[in-house]
């Protein structure tokens, strides 16, 4: 699957996604980092792994709100499931990843209808990097945290288009398995692909900006932007 070397999506001008070919010298630790007290922090050592999930207490699902204030984060993968919710707050952010991957249970959000991105002030910017090199032909995307089958209830994975299930938002439809991309296919359960900011099954992706939506004639240099200037 051919990546390109840089791609920018701004919401509102004040939300922004971006994906950058970074240097195989960047080490990716697998020790997950935590949100203590419901506010992110910096990792030590930069490009570890994060996971913002709830937990379970005496039977009860507590959910963990994980704010993002202004500052520059560096992470590698990204796990955003069952009841957690990373939330970045008004303010300037440069938040970088390897892959970030919103689960069944989990939220990732930037504003809100109320009060977007900007309304404290105009020139917030939000800006998510996503990092790594190329990997070519055969590729290896990013799996689930939550498994077997990406926390997906048994009975819809498992009725994979023979009849219609009840899907999250209420909604009665077909579901189908998922598979690897074409050309990303180096692990098998890795759906998504790579160098991504992919919603799975049950996850919520919401982000608001106060400044509008402008979508400009995209260029040779595979860079889009809306929302800016």
């Known amino acids: 699957m051919t990546k390109s070397n840089e791609t920018a999506v701004a919401v509102a001008m004040l939300v922004m996604i971006a994906a950058l070919a970074f240097p195989t010298s960047t080490a990716?630790?697998?020790?997950?980092?935590?949100?203590?007290?419901?506010?992110l922090t910096p990792p030590n050592p930069a490009g570890s792994d994060l996971v913002v999930k709830g937990t379970v207490k005496n039977?009860?699902?507590v959910p963990l709100d994980c704010k993002v204030g202004a500052g520059t984060y560096t992470f590698g993968n990204v796990y955003i499931l069952a009841g957690g919710t990373l939330d970045f707050t008004d303010a300037t952010i440069d938040f970088w990843a390897s892959n970030?991957?919103?689960?069944?249970?989990?939220?990732?959000?930037?504003?809100s209808p109320g009060a977007p991105i900007g309304?404290?002030?105009?020139?917030?910017v939000v800006t998510i990097h996503l990092y790594g090199p190329d990997q070519g032909v055969g590729g290896k995307g990013i799996s689930c945290l939550a498994q077997p089958n990406c926390g997906i209830p048994d009975n819809v994975w498992s009725s994979n288009g023979s009849s219609k299930v009840a899907l999250p938002g209420g909604v009665t439809?077909?579901?189908?398995?998922?598979?690897?991309?074409?050309?990303?296919d180096g692990n098998p359960q890795g759906y998504f692909g790579y160098k991504i900011?992919?919603?799975?099954y049950g996850g919520s992706l919401q982000l608001f900006g106060k400044k509008g939506v402008a979508s400009p004639e995209p260029?040779?240099?595979?860079?889009?932007r809306a929302g800016a200037p």
């Open 197 to 200: 900011l992919a919603v799975s």
């Open 28 to 39: 990716q630790a697998q020790r997950p980092d935590s949100c203590l007290g419901g506010t």
């Open 173 to 184: 439809d077909y579901f189908y398995q998922y598979d690897t991309l074409p050309f990303d």
């Open 59 to 61: 039977g009860v699902m």
């Open 119 to 124: 309304t404290q002030d105009i020139k917030n």
């Open 219 to 224: 260029t040779s240099s595979s860079t889009s």
């Open 100 to 111: 970030i991957l919103v689960e069944n249970g989990g939220a990732l959000t930037a504003g």
